[in-house]
């Protein structure tokens, strides 16, 4: 049974694609037999984007597969070997509008579990990149995942954003019954050398600490080296220059990732 990772927080503009299309790219590198599937929760499909495609091309998405009943197989393409894509796109815009009226006993927050049920036995891993609100596709996504990740820079604001989604995960824990662990915390965009950037870490850091949630040691650098790698070459920059010190970074990321905690 594959492990469900999901990346999640109450805003946009956070890294949480960039996250997910990378740190799946050191996975792909580092571990080539093992199977990994990239789920597109957000409708504007950027993790498509990532990997040179458009998103309101595919024949087939995520909306397709919860609105129509379309089986996962059906809509999933092939990136990589052992690299597959599920995509997303506008149309999930309309998921709350086409499924809230149709219900038919059916629960709104357990579509894509239905979903990954149907292919968690398939992949090793299944990557969840997640749109810039926790709404009803959000919490379906917390509804499906075994873990969280909840990027954050540290900025004005970033605790009280990381303690917005962590009530949001506890609520969805105690009325949905979901079973995800928060796994981590994950400064991204940091400017070291800016005193304010560290102040608003040690904040998160000593929040984290008392609420027994692990911020990842990994800082991800404030950097264009990500979007220029997706500009220029059309893919994340882990696979474009797979030896570079950015991309040691999302190797190092990953390894924790999936350690899950257990050799802190
Ligand atoms: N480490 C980084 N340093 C600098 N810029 C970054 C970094 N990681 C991502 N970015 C850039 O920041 C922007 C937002 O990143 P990304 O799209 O991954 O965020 P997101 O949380 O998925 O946003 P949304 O919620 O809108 O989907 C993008 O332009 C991306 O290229
Ligand atoms: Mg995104």
């Known amino acids: 049974m594959g492990e469900v990772l999901a990346f999640i927080a109450n805003k946009g503009g956070v890294g949480k694609t960039t996250i997910v299309v990378e740190s799946v790219s050191a996975l792909h590198l580092a571990y080539p037999d093992k199977k990994v599937l990239i789920i597109d929760g957000d409708a504007q499909g950027n993790s498509a984007v990532a990997f040179n495609k458009d998103p ?10 919860v609105v129509k009943d379309l089986p996962a197989k059906d809509a999933i393409v092939n990136l990589k070997p ?3 894509l599920l995509p ?3 149309d999930l815009n309309y998921f709350e509008l086409d499924v809230l009226p149709n219900l038919r006993g059916r629960n709104p927050l ?9 292919v968690k036995g398939e992949y090793d891993f299944v990557f969840f990149d997640s749109p810039p609100e926790l709404k009803t596709v959000g919490l379906n ?5 075994d873990y969280l990740y909840i990027p954050f820079v540290p900025e004005k604001f970033a605790v009280k954003g990381i303690v917005a989604v962590l009530d949001i995960v506890n609520q969805a824990k105690k009325r949905l019954g979901a ?8 400064a991204n965009m940091m400017k070291p050398s800016t005193k304010l950037h560290s102040n608003y870490l040690l904040q998160a850091d000593i929040f984290c600490k008392r609420n027994g ?5 990994t800082r991800i650098p404030n950097t264009i080296r990500f979007a220029d790698s997706i500009a220029k070459f059309g893919m994340p920059h882990v696979l474009a220059d797979p030896k570079s010190d950015h991309s040691k970074i999302y190797f190092n990321l990953l390894k924790e990732m999936l350690d899950h905690g257990t050799r802190l």
């Not at 595919?58 to 909306?63: A, D, G, K, M, P």
């Not at 996504?141 to 995942?145: D, F, M, Q, V």
């Not at 949630?213 to 040691?217: A, D, K, M, P, V």
């Open 110 to 118: 357990e579509f894509f579990k239905k979903i990954v049920n149907q």
């Open 179 to 186: 079973h995800a662990k928060v796994d981590g915390v994950i």
């Open 88 to 90: 997303g796109n506008q």
């Open 56 to 65: 309101n091309k595919f024949e087939n998405t995520l909306y397709d597969c």
């Open 213 to 217: 949630i692990r911020l990842l040691n």
């Open 141 to 145: 996504i917390i509804n499906s995942a």
């Open 82 to 84: 052992n690299l597959d």
